[in-house]
C-alpha cells in the first residue's frame, strides 16, 4: 500500500478513521477546557496539569492488569462502548460544583479505560490494513490527530473565551457519542483475534514475551519516555500563558503533522530508518527558549519546531509491528499505547511540581533537557546493541 488513495479506499478504514477523528477533537476540547476549569479555580499549574493529563497516569494499571482485553474483544462492539463511556464521563465533569475528589477520580477512571481501548484500536488499524499498510495508516492516522487538536484546540480555546469551560465539556461529550454511532454503523463485527478470557495472567504472560526481547525494550523505551517528558512541557502551557495556551496547543499539533507528513509519506525508507533518535532530539532542544521567555511568535515557532520530531514515533511503531508475534499485535500497541500515555501523565505531573517550585518556564526547560538525556542513552544504548550483533 503506497498512497493515501488506496488506503481510503480500503473497506472500513473512512468510517474507523472519523470515528478516532471525532473522538480526538472531543479529547482536545475536553481537556483543555477542564485544565482551564481547574486553573480558573485553584490556581496551580499542578491541578490543572493533572486535570488536563492525569488520565494517562492510570494507563500503567491498564497495562499491567486488563490489557490482554485488547485481543479478546469485539472490536466493533468494545469500540462503540467506550466512547459512550467517555461521553458519559465527561458530561459529569461539566457539573457545576463538582467537587475535586470526584473530578480527578472520573479523570482516573476514564484513563484506565482507555488503556484497553488504545490496543483494541490499533490491533483493528493493523487487520483492516495489514502489516504492509500499517505505517502509512498510523501516519494518516497522527496527521489527522494533528489537524483534529488544531481544530479541537481552537474550537475549545473559543468555547471557553468566549462562552464556559462547561458548555466545551458538554461539546466534547457530544463528540464521543458521535464516534459511538459511526464505530457501530459503519464497521462489520469480528471476532476477536485471540481466544480465551482476559485476566491478569494472560495480560502478565503477554508483557513478559514482549519485554523479554532487548530489542522490543528499547523500542518501548523510545516510544515512552523522550516524548512523554516533552508532553510534561506541554502541560504547562494554560501556566504559563493562559491567554495563548491555545494557540500554543495548535502549534504544536501542526509541528506533529508535518513530522507525521515528512516521516510516513515524503522520507525513503532507508533514511527514515535512521532518522528515530535525531528526531527525538529535535523534540526536546527548542523547548529549551522558555526560560528567556519569548515573545509569543517565537515561543509558538519553538513549539512547532520541537513538535515535529513526533514524527520518531512513527519509526519506532514501524520497526515494533515488524518484530511482533501476529497473535499479540494489538496487546503489544495497547502496551505502547498505555506505557507512552501513563508516561506522559507522570511527566505531566513531574513539570507541574518543578512549576510550582520554580515557575512554568523554567520547568518546561528542566523537562526538555531531561528528554534530550534519555534519548542521548538511548542512542548510546542501541549503538551497543548493534555491535554485539555484528559480533556474534
Known sequence: MRSYRELFRTPEF???????SAQTVAQTMGGLALGTLVYRATGSPLLSAVSMFGSSLVQVLGATFLLSAADRLPPRAALTVLPLLFAAATAVLAVPGLAPGWLF???FAKG?????????????????????GYLIGRSVFNMMSGVMQIAGYAAGGALVALLSPRLSLLAAAGLYGTAAVVVRLGLTRRPPRTTGRPSVAATW????????SPPRRQIYLALWIPNGLVVGCESL??????????TLFACAALGMLAGDVL???????GLRSRLGFPLLLLLAVPYVVFPLQPALPLAAAAVTLASVGFGASLVQQERLVASTPDGLTGHALGLHSAGMLT???VAAALAGSV??????AAAMAAMAVASAGVTLLLMGAAKREELRAVSR
Do not use: C
Open 237 to 246: 502551557f494554560v501556566s504559563h500563558a493562559p491567554d495563548s495556551a491555545g
Open 14 to 20: 473512512t468510517p474507523f478513521f472519523l470515528a478516532a
Open 343 to 345: 508516561m506522559q501523565g
Open 205 to 212: 504472560r503477554a508483557n513478559a514475551l514482549l519485554w523479554s
Open 112 to 132: 484506565l479505560v482507555e488503556s484497553v481501548g488504545g490496543g483494541v484500536r490499533w490491533g483493528l488499524l493493523n487487520e483492516i490494513l495489514a502489516k504492509d
Open 355 to 360: 512549576a510550582q517550585l520554580t515557575s512554568p
Open 263 to 269: 516521516v510516513g509519506r515524503v522520507l525513503p525508507r
Open 105 to 107: 477520580a472520573i479523570v
